[in-house]
């Protein structure tokens, strides 16, 4: 965390959204990728956690679990899972 970055220097590999939620799948050169999640609140996105690194086919239910968990929506948990697994 205390690494800094220019903006440029970080690459959005996809934004997904449903509903009030949103992800950011996002590359650093100081960092593994990561997904960003987001939660719209009286219309400000709020932070809510972030998921790093790599997975495989075979971890998609967990990580579908692990997005609800937060309180992302299945579908956007579901989209989610499938891009970091690529």
């Known amino acids: 965390m205390d690494n800094k970055v220019k903006p440029a220097r970080v690459k959005f590999i996809t934004i997904m959204e449903n ?4 992800a950011a799948y996002v590359s650093t050169p100081v960092s593994d990728d ?4 987001f939660q719209t609140v009286d219309g400000k996105k709020q ?3 972030v998921w790093g690194g790599y997975a495989e086919p075979s971890e998609k239910p967990e990580l579908v679990s692990w997005a609800k968990k937060l309180g992302a929506p299945q579908d956007l948990a579901k989209c989610f899972a499938e891009q970091v697994t690529e």
């Open 47 to 49: 932070f809510r956690d």
């Open 34 to 37: 990561g997904v960003m999640f």
């Open 19 to 22: 509903g009030n939620w949103s």
